[in-house]
């Protein structure tokens, strides 16, 4: 079984954004380069789309190796991260990556993420682009409740074309994700997004017939494989 391959450890941090209601319908975005995969760029925007209270806050940002992501009461909006290569923009570069093979030859079939800190349900809308014209989404509901580390994972077959023909898992342009809540006011923090195995099949041999009594595989001694 391939090595998991590292889409972000967040080991790089980047820049607090906030947002103040009102007005609604505001935007802020950051970007910061990301050594995790080939050298790419971490792209992060926020959007405030409505309030109530006036005062209240929405945020993100990466520090320490985790991503933080909150809306205060009465805010519905959004977060949208994306790994897109180094273009040195927020806008999306469906090709930027330059078709990384997330299946690692076959190996990895899977998105897998870590939750640290999430108090109240919110949805987060995974995307996988091979270019602008084929791509493929997955959504998780995060549950809420969530006070100590849990990992989730996401099968690549599980993920339904959004554009064309859908995503090639063996080549990639550009990942995104995109959460946030209309209903509750959330805090996330993630700490780890990676392509994994959801399949381990662990390999042990055992030493059967040792003809010269060495205790040594030589040729001439039989041995046994155990795959489970």
């Given amino acids: 079984t391939a090595a998991p391959l590292v889409i972000d450890d967040f080991s790089t941090n980047q820049s607090a954004m906030t947002i103040t209601f009102p007005p609604a319908g505001t935007s802020m975005s950051s970007g910061a380069s990301e050594q995790a995969l080939l050298e790419s760029e971490r792209d992060m925007q926020i959007s405030l789309n ?12 990466v520090s320490s ?6 809306q205060d009461a009465t805010i519905a909006g ?6 897109d290569g180094v273009d040195g923009s927020s806008s999306l570069n469906p090709t930027g990556l330059g078709g990384i093979d997330l299946t690692g030859g076959g190996s990895l079939d899977a998105l897998q993420f870590n939750v640290a800190f999430d ?4 949805n987060m ?27 989730f994972s996401i099968p690549f077959s599980a993920f339904a074309p959004t554009l064309g023909a859908g995503a090639d898992f063996a080549s990639v342009g550009a990942i995104t994700l995109d959460a946030g809540s209309s209903v509750t006011a959330p805090d ?8 994994t195995a959801t399949l381990n099949a662990p390999m042990t041999v055992a030493l059967m017939n040792d003809v010269g009594g060495d205790g040594l595989a030589n040729p001439g001694d039989t041995l046994r494989y155990t795959v489970t």
């Fill in 50 to 61: 409505s309030g109530i209270i006036a005062g209240n806050v929405m945020s993100a940002t």
């Fill in 65 to 70: 190796g985790f991503l933080s992501y909150s």
């Fill in 78 to 83: 959004s977060m949208t991260c994306q790994w």
């Fill in 119 to 122: 108090d109240l349900p919110l």
């Fill in 125 to 151: 809308l995974w995307t996988v682009y091979s270019d602008a014209g084929n791509a493929s989404s997955a959504t998780l509901a995060l549950p809420g409740l969530i006070f100590s580390s849990t990992s």
């Fill in 188 to 195: 996330m923090v993630v700490y780890l997004v990676q392509a």
